[in-house]
């Protein structure tokens, strides 16, 4: 800048540049842009987030409400470096509202309890102005959690224990089979080819143990897993007891009722060689009382040993009672879980009790 002053002299200011400041074009001096403009994103536009996806988990809880399920919602960040929140929208797929959860700082939340169903779920991010993307992609998903079978019993074994046998199996991996649910195992007189409707139940115990003392019997023993709301693994874990493992023994008496069942009958009746419920309309339950007495000879320590061959089915899954193929849930049928029979003994010195 120049300025005149009144002692007729001249005043100078003067700026000192640097060289790269200014780029010559045909001689002249042009500007160089040294501090081009910023490259942050617009912060009035927030990038959409990704999907969310929905896993499902059971908890233990505290008192006596046992074993219950959460779903997990996660999803992608979104590319926004200004997001800083995010905002959950969910719904039965019945319903036309959403629940929503907002201000969440992570990439997951959780929903604690949700009722088994269909739902919907989607995402939105939101920056720190308060500017919202739009929702992600709509999710619908089936929450199942404590529908779902167990997984099925594994390292199932059995080993003669004092006159007994000692099945073992390692800890089931589901919650609600640990809490409030049973390893059901049951034993078929087949040593090849039994299937868990031939069985008939030994015993029950926790789902939180990993042994227990069943009947040293030769055959198959089979074993699943129960759930806390009567959910049975899909597959069996199985052990055959050989001759070999029982031994030791010499047989006093023997009773054999099939295949005549000539005792008295309340709501089971005999066809063929096999004992049916008459009427499983009238009573879920029935009863054959055996023909005679099984007389020991003396008295003394017995072991008393059943062989029980038996067929749980259902009785409209037989041709006779299906409808149209196409209606058919299943060709093969249902796995029966819960049929069983029972043997009821009594003992006594005295003939005259008989």
């Not at 709509?138 to 000692?166: C, G």
Request: proline share 6%; with cysteine; net charge negative.
């Amino acid at each position: 800048m120049i300025t005149a002053c009144r002692d007729s002299g001249i005043d100078l200011e003067l700026r000192e540049t640097a060289s790269g400041v200014y780029d010559r074009s045909s001689g002249e001096e042009t500007v160089r842009d040294l501090a081009p403009n910023t490259t942050l994103p617009d912060p009035f536009t927030v990038q959409v987030p990704g999907d969310p996806s929905i896993t499902g988990k059971l908890y233990s809880t505290t008192g006596s409400t046992g074993v219950k399920s959460k779903a997990i919602i996660t999803w992608g960040a979104s590319d926004d470096r200004f997001a800083d929140r995010y905002q959950l929208k969910y719904k039965p797929a019945t319903q036309n509202n959403f629940f929503v959860r907002t201000g969440i700082r992570d990439l997951e939340t959780e929903l604690i309890d949700l009722a088994p169903g269909y739902y919907d779920f989607r995402v939105m991010a939101r920056n720190s102005i308060g500017v919202e993307s739009n929702y992600s992609s709509e999710m619908r998903v089936l929450l199942v959690w404590l529908r779902e079978p167990p997984a099925a019993v594994s390292n199932f074994s059995v080993i003669p224990s004092n006159f007994y046998a000692l099945a073992s199996w390692t800890l089931p991996p589901d919650l609600d089979v640990q809490i409030n649910g049973l390893i059901v195992i049951r034993h078929s007189p087949k040593t090849t080819g039994a299937v868990w409707e031939d069985g008939v139940i030994l015993e029950e115990f926790p789902g939180g143990g990993v042994q227990g003392l069943v009947p040293l019997i030769t055959g198959t023993y089979m074993a699943k897993a129960k759930d806390s709301i009567d959910n049975y693994s899909t597959s069996i874990a199985s052990f055959v007891a050989t001759e070999r493992m029982v031994t030791g023994f010499t047989t006093v008496a023997t009773s054999t009722q099939a295949p005549s069942f000539t005792g008295t009958k309340t709501n089971v009746s005999v066809v063929g060689p096999v004992l049916n419920l008459t009427d499983p309309t009238v009573s879920l339950t029935g009863e054959d009382l055996f023909s005679a007495a099984l007389d020991m000879g003396t008295v003394a320590t017995r072991r008393f040993e059943v062989d029980i061959e038996a067929i749980s089915y259902v009785a409209e899954d037989l041709i006779g009672s299906r409808g149209l193929i196409s209606s058919w849930p299943l060709v093969s049928g249902a796995t029966v879980n819960d049929c069983d029979a029972t043997i009821y003994a009594s003992t006594t010195d005295r003939p005259r009790f008989l």
